[in-house]
């Protein structure tokens, strides 16, 4: 299957009629071949770097981490943590959610087992830190259907809704990573069009993978 004909598929589905003309950038082919292995699949955006990882350290658990930092990276993650511990309504959110970077049991969905492990989480609400190098909310709010932060927050509320929690709100928590350090508060519920569109796009991957991503299945039969 190419990249084509799942955008084929997307709009047959319906998917197209929202305010996306093609799949976001983690629905290429290209992400999914690597899924097509039989590996245990994250819908969720990853990018591991060491100023992001330190980042959520110190604000989640207030560790400092053996990370290998520059003196700008380390000026800048004080600042950030400055900005984010003087917003009123981020210091509300931490406090309903008291378990932060808990990995859970995978989960399965549609038969696919998917990797949990939320930022933050209380009985009803999940929060997710993003660094960013977005200067404004717009630009911040486009970043996160870009990258599929809003697919990872129905793929998280979904599963751990399954783990018997009452999740109603999936907040994104932008923090600016150059001055002036913006705090960008998302709150991915409020946008019906974008969730109508994300959770076709996920019962599409995982069937999709549930069908295809099975480990006996050769990398030489991979398009």
Known sequence: MSKGSLALYMKRAGAISGPLLSPTRHSDMGTTKTWLIGQTVSF?????????????LRFLLRK?????????????????MKELDAHPVVRKLMSLCPTREKR????????VLVNLTPDA?????????KT???DSFDKFL????????FRQGKTYSIALRATGLSIKEYWIIGIEKNLPHKVFLVHINEYKEWMTYVERELEFLLYFYNGYGKPNYRRKNIA
């Not at 591991?48 to 959520?56: I, R």
């Not at 400092?64 to 950030?80: A, H, N, V």
């Not at 859970?104 to 038969?111: A, C, E, V």
């Open 44 to 56: 969720g955006y990853k990018s591991h770097n060491n100023f992001g990882s330190a980042t959520h």
């Open 64 to 80: 400092r981490g053996k990370f290998k930092l520059t003196k700008d990276e380390e000026k800048k993650i004080e600042g950030m």
């Open 104 to 111: 859970r049991k995978k989960i399965r969905l549609n038969g």
């Open 121 to 129: 989480n209380g009985l009803t609400i999940i929060i997710d830190l």
């Open 132 to 134: 960013t190098a977005c």
């Open 142 to 149: 486009a970043s996160c259907i870009k990258y599929g932060y």
